[in-house]
């Protein structure tokens, strides 16, 4: 196949590169390459994952959870509705144009308008410009995730981003799975510059020559992303030398990659719900409470953990795990055929009833197998599953458009408690504030609405820790959702490739700062 080194007009004239004699080169396989580069296209982590390579985000995590600055150097809060950033001098753009607070409060104002992230800043009336290097952020009420907030916005270059194209369309335009300027074109301000990308075969970067950060001791000059969706060949693609670095590792392959020479195997618990969504618009039985219960009942979630995942997961039971804000140990596993029978019979179904299925087969671990050990254990209470699978790129339009009567959706919350669970996945949906855009349930409950709006106005730590858990007491009685497990990570790479210093729980590793010697 000819390689096409693709339309991206990339911004690299002022970034001529400069090799040392400790420059590296690596090769990187994921299961699945990113959809775009517009940074607000979609709310995944392949986008945000290259979001930090390509972008710089006002603050950060660190591996603990800690806040880190970035583009911002510091920040206070002003008073209950106001918080004010410092922003770093001297940044650079890939295209050679200067980063000041003109191109943050443009990126803020895209963000509003962008279908999947809008909800995470729908809390703000505005962000205001104090001088070229400080900015205010203004929320419409005391808000608590202000700094869980700021990880979100990485600054675009908003001259480079701003006018028509050639053949008329806004530059600035948020297309979902569409051919936009943005999805094709980049200017930020991090690490790597994309010089070249095919979709579905790499994406390859090199480092930004200008790149502001020069306290990084991080050395890889070149870096190639390749996407190998099935596990056993990505596990053989690093074990036989033709990449330097694999995530994810599938359960099974880690007693593999531990005892192969020069490769290490670095974990980390993790906190991505994974979870089926039963639509109630499309399939009337699932609009009964008492058929929810039932095919919740009828998984056996703590045994797909065990056999699929091999103990490398946490069956879930609820939106957040334990350590969340909202948390509630008293809501117990439900696995119980006989309950799930029973129930049917109850509905009206005891001869069960037909549904559509559908799940990604590259995005979550063992995703594919999760599905169909899901639909055979429908079965055993009559439910026939017409199950299909397909790659990362053709899923998403599939589940933007809520396509089938289950479908399957992975979940970490940034802000590190249960409500940005709940309000992406099981408040209403609202497509003017965003609210429940990844609700392919259809789920609506106005008490679980208003108290999720009343928590992120709420400062105190125990109410609103106690308002979450009321919700999740709701949604485990709703039954409105499937809960199957909090998926673990795993990354495999060579010895001399020091991928422990730079993964964290938010599966993004940061490889502008990463070593190889």
Known sequence: MKTLKSKLAVAVMAACLSFSASAAEIKVAYDADPVSLDPHEQLSGGTLQVSHMVFDPLIRFTQS??????????????NETTYRFKLRKGVTFHSGNT?????????????????????????????????????????????????????YL?????????????????????????????????????????????????????R?????????????????????????????ALLSGGVDMIHPVAPNDHERVKNAKDIELVTLPGTRLISMQMNQKSN??????????????AINNEGIVKKIMKGFATAAHQQGP??????????????????????????GYEKGFKLSMLAPNNRYVNDAKVAQATAAMLAKIGIKVDLKTLPKAQYWPEFDVCAADMMMIGWHSDTEDSANLTEFLTMTRNTDTGRGQYNCGYYSNAEVDKL???????????????MLKDVEGI???????????????????????HAAEIVNPMVMPYFGDLIVD
Do not use: C
């Not at 709006?453 to 820790?465: F, I, M, V």
């Open 65 to 78: 959870l800690d806040f880190e600055p970035r583009l911002a150097e510091s920040w206070e809060r002003v």
């Open 99 to 151: 980063m000041t607070a003109d191109d943050v409060i443009w990126t803020f104002n895209r963000l509003k308008t962008s279908p999947d992230f809008k909800a995470i800043f729908d809390p703000y009336s505005s962000m205001n410009k104090l001088d070229d290097f400080t900015v205010e952020l203004i929320s419409k009420y005391p808000y608590p995730l202000v700094l869980q907030t700021a990880t």
């Open 154 to 206: 990485f600054p675009m270059d908003s001259k480079f981003y701003s006018g028509k194209t050639a053949d008329g369309k806004d530059k600035d335009a948020v297309v979902k799975h569409g051919d936009s300027y943005a999805s094709t074109h980049v200017s930020g301000t991090g690490p790597f510059i994309v010089t070249a990308r095919e979709q579905g075969v790499k994406v390859e970067f090199e």
């Open 208 to 236: 930004f020559a200008n790149y502001w950060d020069t306290e990084t001791k991080g050395n890889v000059d070149k870096l190639t992303l390749v996407p190998i969706k099935e596990n056993a060949t990505r596990v053989a």
């Open 284 to 297: 009337a039985a699932l609009k009964d409470v008492r058929v929810r219960q039932a095919i919740i009942h």
């Open 322 to 347: 334990a350590g969340y804000a909202g948390y509630d140990e008293a809501l117990a596993p439900r696995y119980d055929l006989k309950k799930a029978k029973q129930l049917m019979k109850e509905a």
């Open 452 to 466: 999720i709006e009343l928590s992120n106005k709420e400062t105190d730590p125990a109410k609103r820790s106690q």
């Open 475 to 497: 949604l485990y009685r709703d039954a409105a959702f499937v809960p199957l497990h909090w998926q673990s990570e795993a990354w495999g790479a060579k010895s001399n490739v």
